[in-house]
């Protein structure tokens, strides 16, 4: 071993050893920042023209817009996509809590990753409200743009995924009745916002008097996200509906069936248009946005989740109050244990429509990965894995 490295250091002069040293470092910085420009907002590709001259003179300057674009010049191309980010951080932390066992650093790590998502959001929230003022021409385009208003529900879900770590993580350490009545009030806020989002996705996206560029050969359930906000408060619901009191459990639970009822009918009918798609024209094979199909799992996913809550809420509330309660059907008063059961039959039955969609969507996703023809590609559709099999894991 002394007597290589002696003879390597004959070869070998010391400028020699730094000159390399310092080449290794400028290629990791060069393949740092490249990955970087990757991930930061950046404009579309361009699109080629057929000879093969102009498509390498077009790709060239692609290329170099793309590396010289100055921080409020990307602010230009960040979309909504990017609060996608927090549907992964708050699935972790809601899986998280959910875990059945305790152990010494649960409650930690949820910290880690509820104080990660906060972070996350509010950056987001923050860039996004620069691009607004600096691009304003930009920012109302992204709500037309079908590939951008469709991620404008990122931005409540992200709130609602922080919103139940906090009453998962924050509640049992708080005995003041004031952070109930905040977030309370949080809710309906969260539930008037849904509605908001869904009303004017369904007028922006699907106007005819909007001109816009749609083919039903790049339908994805990425459809569904306009009413996930709405399915969702079926879910933020029933969290909340467990650490209000009695009284107020009641009109919660009314209310989150109902919501999480219609976001997931819905959901349904454009799935239904997606698989259509995949009738007609087959699975798609780019390894970018097969990860998207994921999102099919979600609507099942969180109606299980809800439903599970809701019915057990019921199971101790109804009763109390004599809900439902109808002498001539219901002369035992058990409406609560009727809405249990059903509830839970539900969940189990979307529950194994969630298990097929995780199947089905994993057997694509490596069918295209087995496919690929080059290095598998990374892009903002791969965080539809994290949020849609959260929930269906948390529904244990």
């Known amino acids: 071993m002394a007597a290589d490295l002696t003879e390597r250091a004959h070869y070998r002069t010391l400028a020699d050893v ?66 996608t980010l927090n549907l992964g951080t708050g699935a972790c932390t809601i899986l998280i809590g959910n875990i059945s066992f305790h152990f010494p650093a649960k409650q930690y790590i949820g910290y880690v990753f509820l104080a990660l ?25 992204s709500f037309v743009v079908p590939g951008s208003a469709l991620f404008f529900p990122t931005t409540i879900l992200a709130f609602a995924t922080i919103y139940m770590s906090f009453i998962i993580f924050v509640h049992p350490h708080v005995t003041s009745p004031v952070f109930i009545d905040v977030m309370y009030v949080l809710f309906w806020i969260y539930v008037a916002m849904s509605v908001f989002c869904a009303a004017l996705l369904q007028w922006t996206m699907y106007d005819q008097a909007i001109p816009q560029d749609r083919d039903f050969e790049t339908i994805t359930p990425s459809e569904c996200l306009p009413v996930f906000p709405m399915m969702l408060a079926g879910a933020v619901g029933s969290t909340l509906a467990n650490i209000v009191e009695d009284r107020r459990a009641i009109p919660l639970i009314m209310l989150s069936y109902a919501f999480q009822g219609c976001g997931f009918l819905t959901a349904q009918l454009k799935l239904s248009a997606w698989m259509s798609r995949n009738v007609l024209f087959g699975h798609p094979h780019d390894t970018r946005a097969v990860p998207i199909f994921f999102m099919s799992v979600g609507p099942p996913g969180f109606t299980a989740i809800a439903f599970l809550n809701l ?9 109390r109050f004599g ?46 990965l087995l496919r690929a023809d080059k290095p598998i590609g990374w892009g903002m559709a791969w965080f539809a894995t994290t949020f849609p099999l959260g929930a269906s894991l948390s529904s244990r």
């Open 117 to 141: 998502n906060c972070i996350i959001y509010l950056t987001n929230l923050t860039l996004l409200a620069l691009k607004a003022w600096w691009h304003p021409a930009a920012f109302r385009r």
């Open 323 to 368: 809900v439902l309660q109808l002498p001539l059907l219901l002369p035992n008063n058990n409406a609560g244990e009727m809405v249990f059961v059903a509830s839970w039959l539900t969940a189990l039955c979307v529950w194994g429509q969630c298990f097929w969609f995780i199947l089905a969507t994993s057997v694509i996703w490596v069918q295209s």
């Open 18 to 83: 730094r000159n390399i040293l310092d080449l290794e470092k400028s290629q990791l910085r060069h393949r740092f920042s490249r990955a970087l420009r990757n991930f930061l907002p950046n404009p579309p590709p361009a699109q080629p023209n057929s000879s093969s001259s102009s498509l390498q003179g077009e790709v060239v300057k692609q290329y170099e817009k793309r590396n010289n674009l100055t921080w409020k010049e990307r602010l230009e191309f960040f979309e909504f996509g990017f609060f």
């Open 311 to 319: 019915g057990q809420r019921a199971l101790e509330v109804f009763p």
